[in-house]
């Protein structure tokens, strides 16, 4: 016997009910601001505070003030609701130009000095804050210059605060130059994070710390399930003070559960010890060269490290030719079978800080930037 049509009707709007709630509900699309003042940037990353959905902020090529001396730019997650679990994703990027009406068109080929995140000695430049709910930041392609936190400030071109109530907050800084700023500790990065954080590719070079103690231009805690990745980067020429407590270079302290993997850095020529390693957590610390070291731990993992003059370019901070850097990096596995170990569990990204492939020879090159293709036969 044929059933009803209103029964049929009831069983098709039952079942799609049911796929519906069994299916992952579909990412929001992106809120995106396209800036080119400080009076333009303050608002949108506000906007992108109080949107429900993610947000991606594009900077115009050009120079950025902090929006008073003393006030750094600023972005934070507020209270969490579980209705909009992408609230607080957050894409900033510079070098971004104007096409056919379109003000951010595209960036292709930009580097990070085509857009200064700008102190003049008088501001921290940037602070992030996971207040309530989980947040997933990606910085890129940004110079911040010039940023001070005060003689006993933290941070003095970024902040990172990622301690939420609810969530994870995890970030990314990649492709990013950190030039002649100045606090306390962490001249130019301090963070304390409990999650992801990944700075690659990018300089830290000049900047001054003046604490009399944990006086590093990077400065990271991690605390809980942490995990730090270091990839890429170019630590240079960074200043302490006093003299008597010089760790010039790159600190991390790690809880007993967290974990940091430091692959294909130049950490080198930074005032006293370049790199300070410090607590009870799991170290990796594969195919770095490295400076002078002050570990108060055993490493994890120990795997062809570099402590030789890198013999970089004084400005670009690029390999010149006969470098030990050039080809001498690690590539992760293209194909890692999960569980994917810790240490296995990152990526290069595709360019290095000059807008370069990040990939030029054999293999990486060690520091934020390779030697040029161009370059690889002879010719420089």
Known sequence: MDRPIADLDRSLSAALALLALLLPAASAEAATYCVSNTTELVTALGNAIDDDEPSEIRLRRGTYNPPSPGEAFLYYSDVFDPLYPDQYDLKISGGWLRLLGNDCAFQTGSVPQDTDIAGAGSSRLLHIQALHGPMNVEISNLNFL?????????GGAIQLLLMPETGEANVLIDRCRFQANTAATGAAIWALAKHRLDIRNSIVDSNHSTSNGQNQALSIEGQGEAAIYLINNTITRNLADPATFD??????????????????????????YDLSIEGSGDFYVHHNNLGSTAYSTSLTGDIGNLSVDPMLD?????????????????EPPPFPIP??????????????VSAAARLEGTTLDIGAVEFPLNFRNGFE
């Open 146 to 154: 010039g940023g001070n936190a005060g003689s006993e400030g933290k």
């Open 247 to 272: 760790y010039g270079g790159a600190r991390i302290h790690l809880d007993s559960t967290a974990a940091a993997l430091l692959v294909n850095n130049v950490i080198w020529g930074n005032d006293a």
């Open 314 to 330: 004084g400005a670009s901070r690029r390999p010149l030719g006969g470098s030990p850097m050039i080809d001498a990096g690690r």
């Open 339 to 352: 569980p994917v170990a810790f240490d296995n569990d990152w990526s290069p990204g595709d360019y290095d």
